[in-house]
């Protein structure tokens, strides 16, 4: 089976995708610093018990494992935006897009080379990609003199800035308002990314802005955990309790029941609340949640009670994911 044929026929993506239509051609190759994987098995064969039920692998760049973004919001958008992930505690969108991410990951071997480096396979991953794509997709000294380090930016000026690059300018802005300005942007842009709600969040309650902290802490946990990239949970957790203290009234009770589990048995009944009330879907967030938390998305149960709503919701995509993981 083609990944192009899973991704159509089992996850419901467009035929004409252009981008489904160039992950077949790129299987097995290398562009860059990424090499992707030979085939359909081959993908499954590297699913691990960490990757989220909504990550598919299809590559690895740089001892990170590269995958595309599947959540219920990217279906029913048709989204095929790129992860990167290292684990499942640090993953974050690297790409809009497949060509989004190609183009990004040719201008980051353009940057050593204009660094200095001797990269003999950059012409051939230039040509790969230009027989993909198209003709023109990636020219060579057309995007000005840039090191490797500004190879996001690059890409951004065509493609759109990816939820990485708006974390890393704002980690790296000195300006306060600006630091919240580039946030606020890529919130609006990606509204499912939660590590912009974390950076928000804590870089509010560090300058005593506690309502604003609260209400960026409580939209956060609407959002699924793998997204919080180089956040520490309990850390964040810690500090959202503390701004429960001082402003209680920006909290919602949802916020208020992630912030009050202190054990096992706590978090178990917690997770399962939405699905007692009939909430599936935020029953199966949950879930997925608590399969955050153990480090574990094969935990049987667990696992089978993602199966069980998911059949309860119709999501044949999702029991299509999780068939994956049965035979992997």
């Given at each position: ?6 991704l159509?026929?089992?996850?419901g993506f467009?035929?004409d ?12 190759s290398?562009?860059?610093n990424?090499?992707?994987y030979d085939?359909?098995d081959?993908c499954?064969?590297h699913?691990?018990?960490w990757m ?7 590559g690895?760049?740089?001892g ?6 599947l959540?219920p919001?990217?279906i029913?958008s048709?989204?095929?935006a ?6 499942e505690s ?7 897009s497949l ?5 990004r990951?040719?201008a980051?071997?353009?940057g ?5 480096d001797?990269l003999?396979?950059?012409e051939a ?5 230009n027989?993909i ?6 020219q060579p000294g ?6 490797s380090?500004e190879s996001?930016e ?9 939820p ?21 942007e ?5 509204p499912?990314c939660?590590?912009?709600y974390?950076?928000?969040a804590?870089s509010?309650y560090?300058?005593?802005?506690y309502e604003?902290a609260a ?6 946990l ?6 919080a990239?180089?956040t520490d949970?309990e850390?964040?957790?810690?500090m ?9 009234e920006a ?8 912030l009050?589990?202190t054990?096992d048995?706590?978090r ?7 699905y007692?009330d ?24 667990s696992?089978n009670?993602?199966k069980?709503i ?14 994956l993981?049965?035979?992997?």
């Amino acid at each position: 089976m083609y990944i192009s044929e899973f991704l159509r026929h089992q996850i419901g993506f467009q035929s004409d995708s252009s981008d489904l239509q160039a992950l077949d051609k790129l299987a097995g190759s290398s562009v860059g610093n990424v090499t992707f994987y030979d085939s359909f098995d081959d993908c499954v064969a590297h699913i691990q018990p960490w990757m989220p039920i909504y990550f598919f692998p299809i590559g690895s760049e740089s001892g990170f494992e590269i995958g595309i973004h599947l959540r219920p919001s990217d279906i029913a958008s048709k989204r095929f935006a790129i992860i990167r992930a290292l684990d499942e505690s640090a993953m974050i969108e690297v790409g809009l897009s497949l060509d989004h991410y190609i183009f990004r990951c040719l201008a980051t071997y353009e940057g050593y080379v204009n660094e200095g480096d001797s990269l003999p396979s950059f012409e051939a991953s230039v040509s790969l990609a230009n027989r993909i794509f198209c003709k023109d997709f990636y020219q060579p000294g057309s995007y000005g003199d840039f090191i490797s380090e500004e190879s996001e930016e690059v890409a951004s000026k065509i493609f759109g800035k990816s939820p990485f690059l708006y974390h890393e300018s704002a980690l790296f802005e000195d300006d306060v308002q600006n630091k919240f300005k580039i946030l606020q942007e890529g919130i609006a842009a990606e509204p499912g990314c939660m590590v912009l709600y974390t950076d928000a969040a804590e870089s509010y309650y560090k300058f005593k802005n506690y309502e604003q902290a609260a209400q960026m802490l409580v939209k956060s946990l609407k959002c699924f955990h793998h997204t919080a990239y180089s956040t520490d949970i309990e850390k964040y957790y810690e500090m959202g309790r503390a701004l429960l203290q001082i402003v209680p009234e920006a909290f919602s009770e949802e916020a208020i029941g992630y912030l009050n589990i202190t054990d096992d048995k706590e978090r178990v009944l917690f997770t399962g609340e939405p699905y007692q009330d009939g909430n599936l879907v935020e029953g199966a967030k949950r879930l997925c949640d608590l399969c955050h938390y153990m480090g574990n998305y094969n935990n049987n149960i667990s696992f089978n009670a993602l199966k069980k709503i998911y059949s309860e919701l119709g999501w044949k995509w999702a029991l299509a994911l999780c068939d994956l993981r049965s035979s992997s």
